[in-house]
C-alpha cells in the first residue's frame, strides 16, 4: 500500500524515571511527501515525540511505526531504523574534530560502508546544495551558526533518509541567521521530502506546512492546514499562545 | 618603564634565592665534613674498562710473545680461534679456560652503570606505558557503559589501586604473583607499573569522556551508527584529544614511580644508584646526578607533549 502513512503512532505514552509524564497517548499519522510542523509551549513533549519516532527514546506505552517497521518492538534493528530518519537538532552536534566533509562523508562511510570516494562525491554534491560548497574543509569552530545547521542538514540527508526530523532548527541561531536555514529547508520540502518540524518559526509553518500541531501538556490538543489553525485558532489556549509567541 | 625595572627587580630576588639554596647545600655539607668529589661520576656513565671477550668453547689459551695475538685450540676437539682485537689479556699463555670463560678485555667504552639503568627505566616505562594505556581505556570504557558487571568490575579496579600503595602492590605482584606464575623481574615491574598507571588513566578517559557534550552521542547515533563506532570516530578522540595534558602527566609520574621497583632484582636507573652507592660511598654525588638524569627524561617529555599539543591545537 502506497499510501498508507510513512509514520503512524498510536496513543504514545512517555513516563520518564523520574515520573514526568512527558507524553499521555499521542497519536500522530504522517503521509509520504507530508510537512507537518509541531507548536507548542516549552515542556509539552515537542521533542519527546520527535526522538520517540527514531527511538532515541522508549516509550512506555503505545506503538511508533515508521516507514512499515514497529519501531519499539523487541528486535528492531534501531541503527538500521535510523539510517531511514534524519534528524536535525537545536544545537547542531556538529563532529568539532572533523571537517565539514568528514562531518558528511562519516555516516555513509561507517554505517552504509559506502567506498570513501562515492561518499566523498556524494557530500560535496550535498554541501552544494546547502551552499556551503567551499566551506567543505573547513572545522565546525569557524563556521557561523546558520552555516553549522546547514552542514548539520546535509549529514543528515547523507544517509539518504525517508523522513526527516527537525527539533527546534533554528532557536539556537541570531535572527539573521534564521532566513538561510529556513530556505534549506523549504528547498527540502518542496522536493517532497516528508518532515515533522518542531518549530517556533510561524511564517515558515504558514509557508510550507501541509498541517500544523499544537501540543500542550504531553498531548496533540489540535491540528489543522495552517490557513485555518492560524487565522481561526480553535481554542482561547491556542489563541493565547500564538499571541505571544508571535509578538 | 615603571614595571619593567620591578620586573628586573624580582628576578634579581630569584638568583639570590638560588644562590642562597646552593650556598646552604655546600654549607651543610662543609658541617658534616663531606668532601666533594664529582671526579668519579664521569665513569658511572661511560665507563672505560670495555667489553669482556669470552671463550666460545672450551680451549688451551696460547699468546705470541708480543703479547697482541691470542690463539685458542679447543680442549678435545679440532676448533681453533685467533683473536687481535683485544687490548689487555686476562688469561694467560697454556691455561686451560672452559666455556664464556673471560679471555680478555676489549677496546672501547661501554655505557657505563648509570646510562644502563636509565636505558631499564625508559625501557620498563614505556612497555608498561602501553599496557597502562591498554588498561586504562578498557577500564574507561568500562566505568561510563551500561552494562552493570563492566561498570562495577572497572570501578573496584580503579578504587582498590588507588586505595593502596603502589610499594606494597609491588610487593604483591613480585612476591605473590610473580613467584607463582614464574614472573621475570622485568615482567613483574612492567606488571605492576601498567596495573597501577592503568587506574589512572582510566579515570581520566572517564572524565574525558563525561566531557564531550551528550549531544555528540545523539547526533551520532541518530545516524545509525552504533556504539562501537560512535565511541571509536566521535566521542574518543575528542576525549583524548581533551585528556592528553593529563595523559602526558601520568606518563611523567609513571616514570617516576618505576624508580620504586629498584626493590626488586631489576638494576633502573634509581637501582644502578643504590649499587654505585654501596661500592664508593658518594651518596651525594650520586643521588644528585640521578635526579638530574630524571629530570631529563620527565623534562624533554613534557617538552615533547607541548609541542604535541600545539600541532594538535591548529587542526
Ligand atoms: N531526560 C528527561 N528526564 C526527565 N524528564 C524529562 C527528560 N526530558 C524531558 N523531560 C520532561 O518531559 C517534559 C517534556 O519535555 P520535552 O519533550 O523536552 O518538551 P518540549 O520539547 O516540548 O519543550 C518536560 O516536563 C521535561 O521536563
Ligand atoms: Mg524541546
Known sequence: MTDAPLIHATGVEKCYPNGTQALKGVDLKVARGEVVCIIGPSGSGKSTLLRALNAMETITGGEVVVDGISVHARGTDLNKLRTHVGMVFQQFNLFPHMTALENVMLAPTRVLKRPPEEARSRAEKLLAKVGLADKANVHPGQLSGGQQQRVAIARALAMQPSIMLFDEPTSALDPEMVGEVLEVMKNLAREGMTMCVVTHEMGFARAVANRVIFMDAGLIQYQNAPQAFFDAPESERLKLFLGQVLK | ?315
Request: no cysteine; charged share 15%.
Open chain 2, 1 to 315: 618603564m615603571r614595571q619593567q625595572k620591578s620586573r628586573g627587580f624580582w628576578y634579581g630576588v630569584y638568583a639570590l634565592v638560588l644562590l642562597a639554596l646552593v650556598a646552604g647545600i655546600w654549607g651543610m655539607s662543609a658541617r658534616v665534613h663531606y668532601d666533594w668529589n664529582w671526579k668519579d661520576v664521569p665513569r658511572y656513565l661511560v665507563s672505560t674498562s670495555g667489553q669482556e671477550l669470552l671463550a666460545p668453547f672450551d680451549a688451551y689459551v696460547s699468546i705470541t710473545p708480543d703479547g697482541k695475538t691470542l690463539s685458542l685450540k679447543e680442549y678435545g676437539g679440532e676448533r681453533s680461534a685467533s683473536y687481535t682485537d683485544f687490548a689487555q689479556a686476562y688469561a694467560e699463555s697454556g691455561d686451560l679456560v672452559f666455556r664464556d670463560d673471560l679471555l680478555a678485555y676489549q677496546a672501547g667504552l661501554k655505557p657505563g652503570i648509570l646510562l644502563v639503568g636509565l636505558w631499564m627505566t625508559l625501557k620498563l616505562s614505556a612497555v608498561s606505558l602501553v599496557f597502562a594505556l591498554l588498561l586504562g581505556l578498557v577500564a574507561g570504557l568500562g566505568r561510563v557503559a551500561d552494562n552493570p558487571a563492566a561498570k562495577q568490575l572497572s570501578s573496584n579496579y580503579v578504587e582498590l589501586i588507588r586505595g593502596t600503595p603502589l610499594l606494597v602492590q609491588i610487593f604483591i605482584v613480585y612476591f605473590f604473583i610473580g613467584t607463582v606464575l614464574q614472573l621475570s623481574a622485568f615482567t613483574a615491574g612492567v606488571v605492576a607499573l601498567a596495573v597501577f598507571t592503568g587506574a589512572y588513566i582510566a579515570e581520566i578517559i572517564r572524565s574525558g569522556i563525561e566531557s564531550v557534550p551528550k549531544g555528540q552521542m545523539e547526533a551520532a547515533r541518530s545516524l545509525g551508527m552504533n556504539y562501537t563506532q560512535t565511541m571509536r570516530y566521535v566521542i574518543l578522540p575528542q576525549a583524548l584529544k581533551k585528556t592528553l595534558p593529563s595523559l602526558a602527566g601520568q606518563f611523567i609520574n609513571l616514570i617516576k614511580d618505576s624508580s620504586l621497583v629498584s626493590v626488586m632484582a631489576l638494576t633502573d636507573l634509581t637501582k644502578a644508584g643504590r649499587e654505585i652507592i654501596s661500592s664508593n660511598f658518594r651518596p651525594f654525588e650520586v643521588w644528585f646526578t640521578i635526579a638530574l638524569m630524571y629530570l631529563l627524561l620527565t623534562g624533554t617529555l613534557s617538552y615533547l607533549v607541548r609541542r604535541l599539543e600545539k600541532r594538535l591545537a591548529h587542526d
